[in-house]
């Protein structure tokens, strides 16, 4: 079974501050990686997809992934306190019907 | 609107009772999950189906049962040979055989065991 591992946090950063938010993962065929946001009460949502080497930017997220480290981390400029939340680190199991295996989540906290 | 819908939102329970958490969606999806989630802890999957009348147990489906006698709807039930079902447990759906990683999630239902 692949195990994805995040730092439960909780990370705090001031606003306007990058914030970084790291997963290691056991399985070295993982070939793709998501990161889920999941405010207090509320249900996860899709917010960044990455499937290669490298960064991947959307506004102001960036992805980025190492294959050769098995890790993928989670960039945030300019945080905002809106950003803070749970975020969890996912990739689809060997044999992945659709379903993923999800990390524990980081907790981010933007101070005003 | 298009979207997932659980309920109830809250629900209590004695123990040694069955409760059954609904889940419908109107996206078309083929693909149905639950998963549960505990304080401190991540997503862990309890069932799935890709296809009406058939579906998959998942990582900690003991103590679960589901049924999929319908494309919109993937009913779970909790059993009382479930130990611990004191949970938020999220119903989610995905397009057939994507493995674009976007599960589309219900609002959830927490349950509580007096």
């Known amino acids: 079974q692949k195990e994805v591992e995040q730092n439960s946090g909780p990370l705090s950063v001031p606003e306007g501050a990058i914030a970084s938010l790291n997963c290691t993962y056991s399985?070295?065929?993982?070939?793709?990686f998501f990161w889920y946001r999941q405010y207090s009460g509320k249900s996860p949502e899709l917010i960044m997809s990455?499937?290669?080497?490298g960064d991947k930017e959307d506004g102001r997220f960036t992805a980025q992934l190492n294959k050769a480290s098995q890790y993928v981390s989670l960039l945030i400029r300019d945080s905002q306190p809106s950003d803070s939340a749970t975020y969890l680190c996912?990739?689809?199991?060997?044999?992945?019907?659709?379903?993923?295996?999800f990390g524990k989540g980081t907790k981010l906290s933007v101070k005003p | 609107d298009g979207g997932i819908t659980q309920s109830p939102k809250y629900l209590f329970r004695k123990e040694g009772q069955n409760v059954t958490l609904s889940c419908e969606q109107n996206?078309?999806?083929?693909?149905m999950y639950w998963y549960r989630q505990d304080p401190g802890q991540g997503l862990r999957l309890i069932y799935y189906?890709?296809?009406?009348?058939?579906?998959q147990k998942g990582d900690i489906a003991e103590g679960y049962s589901v049924s999929r006698e319908k494309k919109e709807s993937f009913p779970l039930t909790v059993t009382s040979a479930q130990k611990n079902p004191t949970a938020f447990y999220l119903c989610?759906?995905?397009?057939?055989?994507?493995?674009?990683?976007?599960?589309?999630f219900g609002e959830g239902s927490r349950l509580t065991v007096l």
């Open positions: 989610a759906s995905s397009m057939a055989g994507g493995n674009t990683g976007e599960l589309f």
């Open positions: 399985d070295r065929v993982s070939q793709s």
């Open positions: 990455i499937y290669s080497n």
């Open positions: 996912a990739t689809p199991p060997r044999g992945s019907q659709g379903n993923l295996i």
């Open positions: 996206l078309n999806h083929d693909a």
């Open positions: 189906s890709q296809i009406v009348n058939d579906f």
